[in-house]
C-alpha cells in the first residue's frame, strides 16, 4: 500500500510535458496520414488477405500475397507495416512476433531486423506515453503484484537504471506489455527506456525476423527459441546488469 501511495503522490497535473505530447500527436498523425497514402496509391484489387495473422497458417497467406507487392510497391508495403506494428503495440494487441516473422519472410534479415527494432521501439513509446496518461488504473488492476516488485527493483538499481532495463528486455524476467505500460507508472524515465527498448531488443528480433526467412519450415512459435537462443540471451543480460551487481558488492 505504501508503494501505491509513493507512486499516486508522484502523479502531476498533465502526465505528458510539451515535447512528449508532440511525439504521440506526430506518431499518430503519421500513422493516419501513412495509411491514408498506402490506401490512395495501392492498385485496385482483392484485399481480402490483409488481416492480422492470428497463428502461422494465416502468416504464411499473407506472406505469399504481400511478396508480389512488396518488389512492385516497396515504399506502401513498408508504411503500412510500420503503421500496423505500431499500432498493434501501442495498444497492446497480441501478434507482433507473427509482425517480426513477416519482416524477415518480406525483407530478409538486416533490413528486417532494423524495421522490427524501428517499429517495436516506436510503438513500445506510445505505449509508455499511453499509459503515461491513462494506464495507472490499469496497471494497477491486471499486474499490482508484478508492479510492486518491479517499483522496488527499479528503486534500487536507480544509479545504474539503463543496465537493468537492459537485462529486461534482453531476458523473458518480465513481459515486455508489462513494461511497456508500468515503466512511466514506477518513473523509468523515458530517455533511458528508449535506449533500452532500441538497445535490447535487436537480439531477439535478429532470432525472430532470422527465423521468418525460412517461414515454411516452422512448426510452431516454440521452434523460434531453442534452447541456445535462449542462452545466449540470457548470458547478454547478465553482461548487461553485471555492472549493477558489481556495484551494490562494493557498497
Known amino acids: 500500500m ?3 501511495e509513493e507512486i499516486k503522490g508522484s502523479k502531476p497535473s498533465f502526465p505528458l510535458t510539451f515535447w512528449e505530447l508532440a511525439v504521440v500527436s506526430t506518431m499518430v498523425f503519421g500513422i493516419v496520414l501513412g495509411l491514408v497514402g498506402v490506401y490512395l496509391t495501392m492498385p485496385a484489387s482483392d484485399y481480402s488477405f490483409l488481416k492480422l495473422p ?3 497458417e494465416d502468416l504464411q497467406i499473407l506472406r505469399d500475397n504481400l511478396e508480389s507487392y ?3 510497391y516497396t515504399v506502401q508495403v513498408l508504411v503500412g507495416y510500420c503503421a500496423v506494428y505500431i499500432f498493434m503495440q501501442t495498444f497492446m494487441i ?7 516473422l513477416l519482416a524477415g519472410a518480406l525483407f530478409g534479415v538486416f533490413k528486417g531486423v532494423a524495421l522490427v527494432v524501428f517499429t517495436a521501439t516506436a510503438g513500445a513509446s506510445s505505449c509508455y506515453f499511453l499509459s503515461k496518461l491513462i494506464g ?10 508484478k508492479l510492486s516488485f518491479f517499483q522496488a527493483q527499479v528503486a534500487q538499481r536507480r544509479e545504474r537504471l539503463l543496465n537493468y532495463m537492459l537485462f529486461l528486455r534482453l531476458t523473458p524476467t518480465l513481459p515486455n506489455t508489462f513494461i511497456n505500460v508500468a515503466s512511466p507508472i514506477v518513473d523509468v524515465p523515458y530517455h533511458i527506456f528508449f535506449m533500452a527498448t532500441l538497445i535490447g531488443l535487436i537480439p531477439a528480433a535478429y532470432i525472430t525476423v ?9 512448426q510452431s512459435l516454440g521452434d ?6 535462449i542462452a545466449t540471451l540470457f548470458l547478454i543480460g547478465v553482461v548487461s546488469v553485471t555492472p549493477t551487481l558489481m556495484s551494490k558488492t562494493k557498497q
Open 70 to 72: 512488396t518488389s512492385d
Open 136 to 145: 495507472r488504473p490499469l496497471v494497477f488492476s491486471l499486474w499490482p503484484d
Open 224 to 229: 523460434l527459441y531453442d534452447f541456445n537462443s
Open 54 to 56: 492470428r497463428n502461422l
Open 210 to 218: 532470422r527465423a521468418g526467412i525460412a517461414l515454411s519450415e516452422l
Open 2 to 4: 505504501e508503494g501505491r
Open 94 to 100: 497480441p501478434g507482433t512476433v507473427f509482425m517480426s
